[in-house]
């Protein structure tokens, strides 16, 4: 075996960044994502009726080739409780499963449709789902994990985004580049919050790594997101499978050399939530005025002395930047300047300088630094008392992505590979020859390089082949389990193919033409036929298709970690339903241990918010989500994980917060059914899973309440339990407490089934 020479695999490697070879860019790739978008005409079917829309017949006609037909309609009650589940993401409640099915007009479907998609709650529903693509947090990442107080205005744009139905393409640009497509205007501003979201380290001690780290984040983001391509395979070496090359993915990342993370911008106009932050905020810093000033007495002697000690923390090549004077700064210069003044700590500098510099023979030696490095202990401990008047949530400013305002851009290089102290040669932005020929149109502004405007614009151009492919694609993987690609990330050589292309192209090409409207095509499937099939597995569908992808069978699945506990929050009638604002914390188990990096809230009108709203720490994952699955927000999260644990039985059974749940749900039931018990099961049923109990099930839920009636009345009379009836039930007195307590039991023994977490 022959080793090659450290120079001789440099020479490798730097040959291998060179433009690809006519593989990676110069011919046009005849890869099927690669294709101009074909506007296909739906294929004539033999069963017409079946058709109600045009996804109908190229779902059909497949089907029929294979002498296959259809499954049944479900019944009406399944299908809105289906459709709320996937529109909303909660069940529906039992009046509006009743109205549906009693509604014999023409358009009862159409009408359904267009009332979950004029709720707020469908905004809510979409947002998640694109949350998760957008590796979303409230907090920074890594060892420090520092909250983001300002994140929660992107969560709300999204979620303004989806209800206002606004144009997909827009959305994209608004996200990729709102501060230079939009200047002036605040929700295009908060949009770039998409960008803003990585993880951060802001103890991170390199920043030209740091810069580079941030920068490859951001580039493989936007290529996963919205095009599905695996562009951050090309960083180290040339894509192996698609004819991505490395000086591609490098011409990718120039487009974001300038980004710069910004997070105390001023909200233009301060509404409720601004106003009672300041007002908390005033009333702390009236508190601690008089610390702080005493604090800042100790600061202001070594402030430049400290900042410049401060600088020995870093690499060498960090030093090298923030020492030189402005006048001689470099574009990377700048960067690494604004990015340390932007995490710059006073405070904790001059204690450090203090504190290292209370020794002889340290960088500047005085006797009484000693003695003011515990003044300044002192000091801070004052400051925690005051802690708990600080307002926790909140703030007056917005967290987003802007440019140095300097013509001259960071230089962008090619890195052997990938590594970022190991540059070679200088590379333009550019977009990868095989998906696309043209040129960056990009124009700069005084304050702006115009770079990601120019991107922006090119990926939600009606003629790029792959964005509209790669969203409708997304959505229609939302209601069916799958994606006609099923690997909704990769649309590559080594992701799966189209099902059904035909299919897929129409899907985009529509979605197109209906001004990129989203709402639009989330009704075209809730008024599918496809989507109104049964989910009941049949024989012949698993024999001549085992995994069922010419939908003849509607696919059954496992509710999401948020639709299990929102809906819980909507059967218990618990869920408060305000839509936005600052980011909550519910009340999680004693053992998590996570001490003041989860500071529960007090009231139910913020513990019981929907699941959205719930504080993504991402240290700390909230753990009842955690436990079904939620997204990961350290990177692009494409498709929900779908696990089976005892854990999760046990985390649903054993929870305090669920069993309260069950115990409101408990009583909403008898309030509602009255004091007949079989009226009472019916109702039971109807609000957990839209339909009523068969006789068989009703006659194992009468036996198993007389017999959790005789284990509680034993426990009774030994002094092992206190029976009551559920809070809040009117005609309390009138209840026997033991049976109360036994139909609890039955409740959450029901709330915590199979059927109730699956969707069918």
Not at 81 to 88: C, E, G, I, S
Not at 538 to 558: C, G, I, M, S, W
Not at 676 to 698: H, V
Request: glycine share 4%.
């Amino acid at each position: 075996m022959t080793l090659a020479l450290p120079s001789q695999a440099f020479a490798a490697e730097e040959k291998a960044a060179e433009p690809a070879k006519a593989e990676a860019g110069g011919s046009k790739s005849k890869h099927w994502a690669y294709q101009p978008l074909k506007s296909p005409e739906a294929p004539a079917v033999k069963n017409q009726d079946w058709v109600r829309t045009p996804i109908d017949a190229f779902v059909l006609a497949p089907l029929e080739a294979k002498e296959l037909a259809p499954s049944p309609e479900i019944e009406r009650a399944a299908f809105i409780r289906r459709a709320t589940l996937d529109a909303w993401g909660v069940i529906p409640t039992p009046e509006e499963v009743e109205a549906f099915v009693n509604d014999t007009s023409d358009n009862a479907y159409e009408k359904l449709a267009d009332r979950l998609l004029a709720s707020p709650k469908y905004g809510e529903r979409q947002a998640r789902r694109w949350l998760d693509l957008a590796r979303y947090a409230d907090s920074s990442g890594f060892t420090n994990d520092e909250n983001r107080d300002n994140m929660w205005r992107y969560r709300d744009y999204v979620v303004k985004s989806f209800n206002e139905d606004k144009p997909y393409a827009q959305f994209v640009q608004e996200q990729l580049a709102g501060d230079e497509i939009y200047p002036g205007n605040t929700d295009a501003l908060i949009a770039t919050g998409f960008i803003r979201s990585y993880p951060d380290d802001s103890n991170s001690r390199d920043l030209v790594q740091k810069k580079f780290q941030n920068q490859t984040d951001i580039t493989d983001t936007v290529g996963e997101v919205f095009l599905a391509q695996t562009v951050g395979c090309a960083r180290c070496h040339n894509h192996k499978f698609d004819k991505i090359s490395m000086k591609e993915y490098y011409q990718l990342q120039s487009f974001f050399a300038n980004v710069n993370a910004v997070d105390k911008i001023p909200v233009p106009v301060k509404g409720e939530t601004e106003q009672e932050w300041e007002k908390a905020n005033a009333k702390w810093e009236e508190a601690v005025k008089e610390i702080k000033a005493k604090r800042q007495a100790l600061i202001d002697p070594v402030k430049d002395k400290a900042r410049k000690y401060n600088y020995e923390r870093f690499s060498l090549e960090t030093q090298a930047a923030l020492n030189k004077p402005e006048s001689q700064w470099t574009p990377e210069d700048r960067w690494i300047n604004h990015r340390y003044d932007s995490n710059e700590n006073e405070a904790a500098a001059a204690l450090a300088f203090y504190q290292d510099n209370s020794a002889k023979g340290a960088y500047s030696y005085d006797p009484s630094y000693e003695k003011k490095a515990e003044e300044f202990k002192d000091i801070n401990k004052e400051l925690k008392k005051w802690e708990k008047l600080k307002p926790v949530k909140g703030s007056v400013y917005i967290s987003a992505v802007s440019e140095l305002g300097h013509p001259q851009q960071p230089p962008t290089h090619v890195r052997f590979a990938g590594q970022f102290d190991k540059p070679l040669e200088e590379v333009q932005p550019g977009f990868p020859a095989a998906i696309s020929s043209e040129q960056p149109d990009i124009k700069p502004t005084a304050v702006s390089s115009g770079r990601r405007a120019a991107l922006a614009k090119w990926i939600a151009s009606p003629t790029n082949p792959l964005t509209a492919r790669v969203f409708v694609n997304r959505v229609w993987g939302q209601y069916f389990g799958k994606g006609i690609v099923e690997t909704v990330s990769d649309f590559g050589k080594a992701g799966t193919k189209p099902t059904n292309p035909e299919l897929l192209d129409y899907l985009a090409s529509n979605f197109i033409k209906q001004n990129w409207s989203v709402k639009k095509l989330h009704k075209e499937i809730l008024l599918s036929s496809v989507y109104r099939q049964d989910s009941k597995p049949r024989e012949d569908v698993a024999k001549a298709d085992p995994d069922n992808k010419l939908l003849a069978v509607f696919p059954r699945q496992r509710l999401e970690a948020e639709q299990i506990r929102d809906s819980l929050l909507v059967a218990s009638a618990k869920l408060e339903d305000s839509v936005g604002g600052p980011p909550v914390f519910p009340e999680v188990p004693k053992g998590l241990n996570a001490g003041d990096k989860w500071p529960v809230d007090k009231t139910a009108k913020e513990t019981n918010r929907r699941s959205l709203y719930v504080f993504t720490k991402r240290s700390v994952p909230y753990p009842m989500l955690d436990t079904f699955d939620m997204a990961s927000a350290q990177q692009v999260h494409s498709k929900r994980d779908v696990t089976t644990t005892p854990l999760q039985s046990l985390a649903l059974f054993n929870s305090d917060t669920v069993f309260g749940w069950s115990q409101a749900l408990a009583g909403r039931v008898i309030n509602e059914a009255g004091a007949d018990e079989s009226d009472q099961l019916d109702r039971l049923y109807q609000i957990l899973f839209a339909r009523s109990p068969t006789d068989a099930e009703k006659e194992t839920l009468e036996g198993f309440l007389a017999e959790q009636e005789k284990v509680i009345k034993q426990k009774v009379a030994e002094g092992k339990f206190t029976a009551s009836v559920p809070v809040g039930v009117k005609d309390a007195e009138k209840l026997d407490p033991v049976r109360s307590s036994a139909f609890v039991d039955l409740v959450h023994a029901v709330a915590n089934s199979n059927e109730f977490v699956y969707r069918f």
